[in-house]
């Protein structure tokens, strides 16, 4: 059977699969990044988990992978296919598709963003099927953002393209990793809900999804921290309306898992700010973390579809 490598490589661990051409899953697999060993190493560990994808593709399907995907954190320069720089795995200027191309024997490699590509699979294959355009917004350790539009996604040109997570919804409010002050992210993002209930509950070990479940048992002080931030991730997402129009909101990462619990009252706070906007439907992502790996395998099967018709 024709199929693709598709691969996941995330601050911790590496998710893999084997992707038919319909987007279906035929093989997964995991391993740790192993970043504590150093960046030399954790170079190694993508070249040796794609090789050993390879084999097991010829093994199980009698045929060579036709082309590898690969999705890495930080900035990259896709059409080079540079990684450029990830604070979290050390590396600057790392030729990535050129490695992983000459260790799998002259495979064509698509490299991407990892959650641009957890983005075009949301908007592919899942909460987003069939939407033509869409954002797609992760509420993570910070926030990011994928936007799409006709089945890719938007970059931007210098490959910073969706950034939300970046936006200031509260001038002159915290101090964010950017360099500029109250952006979204230091409001809305998971580990700001953490920071924000280990602070009002006086308990240093709370955490976002204890929030969430002090919410739903009433607790006052826990739905006021909740608010906060569904009141700036609702500023942020109209904001993002006013601008592209999308006619769906995907909402993922670890502050989605909560569920109703997030989405009712952001849907409402959502709809109260809108003007002459149409609103968004705002749904919560499906693909949990296999995302960005399914969404490189979908950026190796675009690849091949490219070379076929140039
Ligand atoms: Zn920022």
Known sequence: MKHVIALDVGGTGMKA??????????????????????????????LDFAADLADEGRARFGCAPL?????????????NGIAVFSANLGWRDLPLRKLLGERLGGLPVALGHDVRSGGLAEGRIGAGRGVDRFLF????????GAIGIGGRIEAGAHGYGGEIG????????????CGARGCLETLAS???????WAAASGDPEADAAAC??????????????????VDALA?????????????????G???????????TPLRSAVSKRLTFQMPPQVVPAMLRDTAASLGAGLLAWDLLSMEVTA
């Not at 082309?67 to 059409?79: F, H, L, M, Q, S």
């Not at 917004?137 to 990011?144: H, K, P, R, S, Y």
């Open 17 to 46: 699969a084997l992707l038919a051409q319909d987007g279906s899953v035929l093989s997964e697999a995991r391993r740790p990044t192993g970043r504590e060993q150093g960046t030399d190493a954790v170079v190694a560990a993508i």
């Open 67 to 79: 082309a590898a995907g690969v999705a890495v954190p930080g900035t990259i320069d896709e059409k």
């Open 137 to 144: 917004v992760a509420l993570g350790t910070g926030i990011a």
């Open 166 to 177: 970046h936006v200031v919804v509260r001038p002159g409010g915290p101090a964010c990793g």
């Open 190 to 196: 998971a580990s700001a809900v953490s920071r924000a």
């Open 212 to 229: 969430a479940v002090a919410v739903e048992a009433g607790d006052e002080r826990a739905a006021a921290v909740w608010q906060n931030a």
């Open 235 to 251: 500023d942020g997402i109209v904001l993002a309306q006013s601008l592209l129009d999308p006619s769906t909101v995907i909402v």
């Open 253 to 263: 990462g670890g502050l989605a898992e909560a569920g109703d619990t997030l989405f």
